[in-house]
C-alpha cells in the first residue's frame, strides 16, 4: 500500500513540479531524468545517488528534491528524506501536496525516535508534524506518549485532551489519559476514560486491561473479574485478560476458579512470570501443592529475583516437607523487604524444629 501511495505521489511530482527541462543546469536535468526512471524502477538507491548529482548541481531544482526525498523516505533514512522534502517545499515544489508528505515523514520519524526513547528528539518531530496538520489526532496521541515517557504529566495530559478534541472517537487518547490518571492515583477519573474508550472501541483491549486494574487497585474484585470476563468473552486469546481475571478470584478466594484462566494465561503468554506465580497461587489456595511448586518454579526461572515466587515456593516447601528448600527459598526472599519479617519468622520456625504456619 505504501508503495502504491509512492507512485501516486510520484505521478504527482511530475505535474506539479513544471518541466524538468527549466531547471537551470542541463546536467541537472539528466541527473533528475535518471534518478526519476530508477525511481519508476524501485531502484531507490541508485535513484538517491543520481538525485543527490541532481541537486549538488543545482540547488533550486525543487523537483529533484522532492523526489529525492522519496527515494530516503522507502530507504527509511528519515533525516536525509526530512532535508530533501523541507527544501521542495521552501522551492515551492508539490504546493499543498509536499505538507502532507513531510507531516507523515515527520510523524515516522518521531515514531522510530520514540521507540528508542528518544523522546525530547521525537517531540521535535511531531512538533513539526502538528505545524503542518494541527489537529492530527494521531500525532497529538504520540506526543502524549512521549511526554508520559518523560514523567511531564503536564505535557502529556495536554496532548492527550487535545487529540480527544480533535477525534473523539479515538479509543487510544482516552486510554492514554486513563493511564496517566491511574500512574497518579487518580483512580475515579482514570476509570472513567477507560470506560469511554471501551465504549468508544469495544474491542481495544488495552482499555480492559488499564480498568481491571484500577478495579485492582481499588479493592472492587467482582467488578475486576465480570469486566474481564467480557474482555476474554471478546477476544479469547487476550492474556493479560485471562492473567487480571485470575488474580481477581485469587484475591476473591476463589483459587479453583482461579486456576482455569491463569492456566490459559500461561500458554498464551508462557514467558510471563507473573502468570506462572498467580497460577501457583491459585494451585496452592486448593491445597494443590505440588503443582503450586512447579508453577512457582516457572516462574522464577522467567525472571530472576521475583521474590514473592520465591515466598510461595517456600510455603509450598513446607506444605511438602522439604524443609532445606524451604529454608532456602525463605533465606532468597529475604532481600525484599516486603517479605523479609513473614520470612525471618519463618526461618526461625524452622531452625527450632517447628513447622512454620501458613
Known sequence: MRMLALFVVLAVLVLASGDPAQAQNPEAVEHYRAGY?????????????????AVVLDSTYGAAYAALGMAFNVLNEYPKAIAAYERARQLGAMPGRIDAELAQLYRRSGTELFEQRKYQEAIARFTAALELEPNNANTLYAMGLCYSGLLDDQGAEQAFRRAIAADPRAAKPLRGLADLHRRQRQYSAAAEE??????????????????????????ELEKAVDLMRQAVRIDPKYAEGHLYLGTALNRLGRHAEAVAPLTEATK???????????????????????????????????????????????????????????????????????????????????????????
Open 194 to 219: 477507560y470506560t469511554k474508550a471501551i465504549s468508544v472501541d469495544s474491542t481495544y483491549m488495552d482499555s480492559y486491561g488499564g480498568l481491571a486494574q484500577v478495579l485492582l487497585e481499588t479493592n
Open 268 to 358: 498464551l503468554q508462557p514467558t510471563n512470570a507473573e502468570a506462572h506465580y498467580r497460577l501457583g497461587e491459585a494451585h496452592f489456595g486448593k491445597g494443590a501443592y505440588r503443582e503450586a511448586l512447579a508453577a512457582g518454579q516457572e516462574a522464577v526461572r522467567r525472571q530472576r529475583g521475583f521474590h514473592a515466587a520465591e515466598v510461595l515456593l517456600g510455603d509450598a516447601s513446607v506444605k511438602l516437607g522439604q524443609l532445606d528448600q524451604a529454608k532456602s527459598w525463605y533465606t532468597q526472599a529475604m532481600q525484599d523487604s516486603r517479605f523479609r519479617d513473614y520470612c525471618r519468622h519463618q526461618l526461625e520456625a524452622l531452625a527450632q524444629g517447628r513447622t512454620p504456619d501458613l
Open 37 to 53: 526512471e530508477l525511481l519508476k524502477a524501485r531502484n531507490y538507491r541508485s535513484a538517491a545517488i543520481e538525485l543527490e548529482q
